[in-house]
């Protein structure tokens, strides 16, 4: 009986270790593709030329706040 259940154990274990080798081949290749896609895109992010910032508007002439506040009675 002990040593059946020493057998199982060691099947067990085995396709337990089977089992994370293959999810941790699977998780670094995932982590590679994600840190290559960031890559790329911060390489077509800076190939991009930044637009241009627009004109502020034409301003007419400034008046002072002080100067209406005192224009009126």
Known sequence: MTVALALVSLIVALVALFLVRQQSRKLA???E????LRYDHGELKASLAPESPAAPPP???FV???SIKRSKP
């Not at 593709?33 to 290559?36: E, K």
Request: cysteine-free; overall charge neutral; proline content about 8%.
């Open 29 to 31: 290749q995932v982590t």
């Open 59 to 61: 301003v007419s002439g």
């Open 64 to 66: 002072p706040l002080a």
């Open 33 to 36: 593709m994600y840190w290559q």
